[in-house]
């Protein structure tokens, strides 16, 4: 059973009781991320997530690892680019623990100017490794190609240049200004007691203000461009894309059997041509990004240099079909097979669930059962699947990132025409 709490300070409690597991997933979310950031401040929300682990008053940074780590608990924590999260996993009966080590780094974390500097080190080795990466590279360059000059395309990490700029100031007035009650809910699912946990909830976060002022946004405008980017690789790896929906569009449900049937499985449209037909990839997908307000859909493939034509033009040719045609009736009923067994199965743990808990909250401001999910996806039909591919895959509004050993070589100005 979901239940749900709001504290007088607007922090919001929400629960899922799972009276047959043993474990609960909690996790204190706050609807910020880098999408709010300055350019200058690009990555202070990453930032501040890494810092909330270097001690409170109460605890060094070992203790908080060692309390968790002693009853076998997870503690960790994630950046978006809309929120971040701090989470913990344990035993029922150890919740009373990770209430209090969670809510201590939350509301009592000390900022100690040798940890910034040392965890600043630590930053930047993670900027580097993400460089060094080329398959996750290629999506922070799409965005900031894509969308460029709008918060959204700036990588959750920020740069190097941003983060050694960072001083202790910044860090903790962007946390007083970010972190207030009406923009923070907790969120537990697993052996966990509605009542009691919004009674401790009430005690530790209650006391958290409020600014009751919304913070402005406007979506980002498209750039349609082919953009190379020369690094010597054993692959070139590419990411192909449209503007797409956002988190609440109508249509997200026929998205959600786009991307399926596009490319998100081994029986999808591309991994089938692409790899087992020709064998020019080992990793080909398409995925969808999606906001508050707005989203991309895109294809993402790894390829030999020689072989970068085809995999483009097979791409863009199965992008052209299905906005002509859509899907085959067996496509589609393969696909919303897939996406509600998928949707069932990240249902049996409780950090899923907890998870889902927090992100219906932020996006929609409501639960959204499982079963209102499989009766929307039932409802997809074929017309709406051409509406929107038509609708994402434009060329006139499409992009295209290639990252790798190009040898100079440059794509045609006529690449577009295999959708046609």
């Not at 780590?69 to 999260?85: I, M, P, Q, R, S």
């Not at 999808?268 to 989203?295: A, K, P």
């Not at 591919?389 to 190009?406: E, H, I, P, T």
Request: proline content about 4%; hydrophobic content about 40%.
């Amino acid at each position: 059973m979901i239940s749900k709490t709001v504290l007088p300070n607007g922090v919001r409690v929400i629960t899922e009781a799972m009276p047959q597991v043993v474990s609960c997933s909690i996790g204190i979310w706050v609807e910020n991320g880098s999408r709010y950031e300055a350019p200058e401040e690009n990555g202070v929300s990453h930032f501040i997530e890494h810092l909330l682990f270097k001690g409170t008053r109460r605890r060094t940074a070992a203790q908080i690892a060692e309390e968790i780590d002693a009853v076998g608990g997870v503690l960790n924590a994630f950046t978006g680019k809309e929120y971040t999260c701090y989470y913990a996993k344990v035993l029922g009966n150890d919740l009373p623990l990770a209430i209090d080590v969670l809510a201590d780094i939350f509301l009592d974390s000390v900022f100690d100017p040798a940890e910034i500097d040392r965890e600043r080190q630590v930053v930047i080795q993670e900027i580097s490794q993400a460089e060094d990466t080329p398959d996750d590279y290629i999506h922070d360059l799409f965005n900031l190609r894509f969308w460029e000059g709008h918060p959204l395309s700036l990588p959750i990490f920020g740069s190097e240049r941003t983060v050694n700029a960072m001083n202790r100031e910044l860090l903790t007035s962007f946390m007083a200004d970010r972190y207030r009650a009406e923009k923070i809910l907790v969120g537990a699912a697993g052996m966990v007691d509605h009542q009691r946990l919004v009674a401790e909830c009430a005690r530790l976060f209650g006391a958290i203000p409020g600014n009751g002022r919304p913070h402005p946004i406007t979506p980002p405008t498209e750039r349609p461009i082919v953009q190379q980017y020369e690094k010597e690789l054993e692959q070139v790896h590419l990411c192909i894309g449209g503007p797409g929906l956002s988190q609440t569009d109508p249509l997200r449900y026929a998205s959600y059997v786009l991307n399926t049937a596009l490319g998100g499985g081994m029986s999808s449209r591309l991994f089938q041509e692409v790899r087992e037909r020709r064998g020019r990839v080992y990793s080909i997908y398409s995925f969808n990004s999606s906001f508050i307000d707005c989203g991309y859909m895109a294809i993402y493939a790894g390829t030999n240099r020689e072989w970068l034509d085809e995999v483009i033009e097979v791409t863009l040719r199965e992008i052209g079909r299905i906005a002509r045609d859509g899907l085959t009736p067996a496509e589609l009923a393969r696909a919303k097979s897939q996406l509600k067994g998928n949707m069932l199965l990240g249902m049996e743990s409780t950090d899923s669930r907890m998870n889902r808990l927090a992100r219906n909250e932020i996006y929609f401001r409501r639960e959204i059962t499982i079963q209102e999910l499989a009766d929307a996806i039932d409802r997809v039909t074929n017309a709406q699947i051409v509406e929107l591919a038509s609708r994402c895959f434009k060329s006139d509004r499409m992009a295209m990132v290639v990252l790798g050993d190009l040898k100079g070589r440059k794509l045609g100005a006529d690449l577009w025409s295999a959708m046609s």
